[in-house]
């Protein structure tokens, strides 16, 4: 089947509100697909978007033991442009020869949000193949008919923007590249001990401890890559790492830091300490609508609390250990940021330190290893997989095999309980891997895992992969390539070696 | 320890110093003697008191990449509009090609919003900003791209503090092609400031008179080993007119594959790795319309007869026989009568004057046992007095090439592999910057006969997924030894007057969204080593 698209008719039903932001939208995925430019199209497209209301018993906020206001709140509300976590990302997308009264074939993409939309869109554009011999854009194997709906609502890439500084640019060539992959959520590690990149408003010399006075965001560049990422149906979740990963805090206020040997953690002892938390939570929850905040938590070492003489004093008076002052340091940061209407996820050694005093609405982000949702989940809290072993896309001698085998529901059988696992994330912890080299070092290994949250897992956990998923991945790769995305060849020993050879980027 | 060391004032200094030569002491002291001990405090001082400054650009430098050929500058700092408007003169001054070119730079130069507030949508709340025009004066209405074109153009940014308050910034070239190289460097004087949240100019007023040393400033990209999208060799030909180089060779086919379309011979491109892996003529004219949008002409090459292997899948007959298959076979007429239909079909999609057609590396065994104008240097070396007269030979062997062959008054491009080709990723920024085109060239008609230089990206072990940071930084090094004047590039300690300003240029890649690799690293297109800044060395 040969679509002609020379004359776009481009209609939508029943959503007159949305109609620039949807053809917008269409004409951004058409250019992606570089071959579009010998035009000769026709193509009908329908997206119908109905009136849309939140499903209590589906949304995962609902999901658990605790049921408080937002959740309630969200019934009413329309969500036509509201980005969550939970949306309907679920689209059905026909091609088809229409043999009946008209000559001309039918594309239609049908979708009850905008992001559905987009993920058929994505589809439709890798049903669509440059053919050399007519010159046209072909779609083969017609008719298709696709129902699809991804299999869990939180799909993440974590970007770490302390060890390296990424331009916004690059921030935007990766966001991009995430909706090939229809990954839904990044996760910008905006700061860590190296460097504090971002503006502050409220605190305004905390962006003094970044790399130099040219690797910051300004709040303009944070709202636009929020904006840049929604028209992709993406989330951006922000993260800050308190108190173990927090030492360029204190180039802009020193009084952060226990002492001047003692940077890190961040002084418990201080009230100033919370203000500041409380300030960088106040001025980012203007820029990030996403209602999931990143706390951090991890790796927190608190020798030098107990080395530095007011902290120890401090911990005396309250008769605290360090390990009680690490649990109240949490707690604090957690309820300011509830109380700004966020809710909090936190690395898993809060959980595994304290678990039964966390809020109960906290989501705990895995890392350390396996077996780790399955114990936040029977607890009742909601918990996102990003098992080092394979989704740290820093370790590169993790294989693609791994990395798709790797199952966020591995050892949790009851059902309402792997309702609580949200997903997982691919993790590109930036020690090694700058502007030069990340692309290749987060592509093909996050589009393994990005097929492992999004497809059925009956249809992806059986069979001979090799035989399935490999070759399907291999031409992903190429796909990427053919957009302009540094995907490394997917099966070097090491994640993002150079080719071994001469050869093609298709045969195998 | 010291790398986590970043006190921002004396006191913490002193008791952080303290501390440290405390727990250096205690670590030491049983294996130590106390000199060295003191010798290693002091270092660790040092290296704290570094970090403990805001990094600063050394002032005495001009982050402009090529260096331009004459400038001055001075103390002022001046302020751009993010509505910068452009004002056209002179008979060439209404080409789209200034006017796409200028909103290409707009959006290279204001990538950061402007802090947004409703007041800023009247003019007259607006900021004042120092400059709200780009004057571009071009005195030639001819848009042809050759060899020898033009390229020079004058920059001036000033503050007006005559009749008018407002600042100007000017440029004045004889070419669309001037004006280009003209843009570039205007946008490599604007830097977004966070401070003010708005684009500067330092060290105003800015008079800078520049032009290029050599006329042919190449790169070669190899689509034969690996395929090369065209999306990908748009992104490179785009950041090859940021370091001013002018010409892309197109290694379009080699042995391994043959993706162009001739629509004379429609089954060579069945030589291509697969199906998908091709360009078609209209391709092939987008990728030349492209780049010469940005100035930069496109040389195709057919690398005959060594290099030819993947013609004989379409057409069997260019092979001498089925196990002798390279070169292609010189007794049959019918391998000229291709070889004229390719060049017939490519005269069509290449306007440059200039053709590569190869004739490196014959092994001419296998004709044994089975029963001709710019040519790389084996031509030369082999024939030299039977090559025609126009032939430019192309060096790649070795040194001493370019001498001899413009002694025999033949024109030379100099790409000698033990600094330019990109493929060796064992030559470090240094070597890759004082390969020097006219060594051992010292009459001047002779010198003129160099047209230039070429960085080789050859693509055995580079594909889409790593080529940008093989390319660069090092094929910067190479730009500025072909564009900028010999004496001011070639004298002096390069470690403080170049290094400096490549780890610049790189961040300045990156920031465009070019990937760049680290400057320093032993081995080129490496990972960084550790967490760090882009600009601090």
């Known amino acids: 089947m040969v679509p002609d698209f020379r004359s776009l008719d481009y209609e939508i039903a029943s959503i007159k509100r949305h109609r620039l932001t949807l053809f917008a939208i269409l004409w951004k995925k058409l250019r992606v697909v570089p071959e579009f430019r010998s035009v000769h199209f026709t193509m009908k497209l329908i997206a119908s978007i109905k009136r849309h209301r939140f499903d209590t018993r589906r949304h995962p906020l609902c999901i658990g033991k605790n049921r408080d206001s937002p959740c309630l709140d969200s019934e009413a509300e329309d969500i036509h442009l509201t980005l969550q976590l939970g949306v309907d990302e679920s689209y ?5 020869k229409n043999d009946g009264q008209s000559i001309i074939a039918e594309a239609t993409i049908e979708a009850n949000t905008v992001y559905g939309a987009l993920r058929g869109l994505e589809t439709f554009s890798q049903l669509c193949m440059f053919d050399y011999g007519t010159k046209s854009v072909q779609i083969y194997k017609a008719p298709w008919y696709i129902q699809d709906k991804p299999r869990f609502s ?69 709202y636009e890559i929020v904006n840049f990422a929604k028209l992709r149906g ?25 002492s001047a040997s003692c940077r890190e953690p961040l002084d418990v002892a201080k009230n100033f300490t919370f203000d500041v938390i409380s300030g960088i939570l106040t001025d980012m929850r203007k820029i990030f609508p996403f209602e ?34 690490y649990q109240y340091f949490v ?9 700004k209407g966020w809710t909090p996820v936190n690395w898993e050694e809060t959980f595994n330190t304290f678990a039964s005093n966390l809020h109960p609405r906290t989501i705990v982000h895995n890392w350390l290893g396996g077996g780790v949702c399955p114990k936040v989940v029977a607890k009742g809290f909601r918990c996102i997989f990003s098992n080092q072993g394979f989704w740290y896309l820093d370790h590169l001698d993790v294989p693609w095999d791994e990395v798709y085998e790797a199952e966020p529901l591995e050892g949790i059988n009851i059902t309402s309980e792997q309702e609580l696992v949200l997903g997982g994330e691919v993790c590109m912890w930036a020690e090694i891997a700058d502007t030069s080299n990340i692309q290749q070092t987060i592509w093909p290994r996050a589009a393994a895992a990005a097929e492992r949250l999004w497809s059925r897992r009956e249809a992806i956990s059986s069979g001979n992969i090799t035989l399935t998923a490999l070759p399907r991945l291999h ?9 302009g995305v540094q995907a490394a060849p997917v099966e070097n020993f090491y994640a993002r070696q150079p080719p071994i050879g001469p050869g093609s980027c298709y045969e195998l």
Not at 92 to 96: H, N, Y
Not at 185 to 209: A, N, R
Not at 234 to 258: C, F, K, Q, R, T
């Open 92 to 96: 059905s997308l026909f091609v088809d």
């Open 475 to 483: 031409y992903f790769r190429c796909l990427l390539n053919r957009r």
């Open 331 to 339: 707690l604090r940061a957690q309820e300011i940021a509830i109380s």
């Open 154 to 222: 939180y799909r993440g890439l974590l970007l770490d923007t302390s060890r390296h500084y990424l331009p916004i640019t690059v921030i935007k060539q990766i966001i991009e590249s995430m909706s090939y992959a229809k990954l839904n959520v990044l996760h910008w590690h905006i700061i860590d001990e190296q460097s504090f990149p971002i503006e502050i408003p409220t605190y305004p010399k905390l962006w003094e401890g970044s790399y130099t006075k040219w690797e910051r965001y300004t709040v303009e560049d944070a």
């Open 234 to 258: 993406i989330n951006v979740m922000a993260e800050i790492d308190v108190p173990g990963h927090a030492e360029s805090w204190g180039m802009g206020y020193p009084d952060l830091w226990p």
């Open 292 to 325: 999931l905040f990143h706390l951090g938590g991890d790796e927190v070492n608190t020798d030098c609390w107990n080395s530095t003489s007011h902290v120890k004093q401090w911990l005396q008076d309250r008769n605290l250990t360090t390990k009680d002052a």
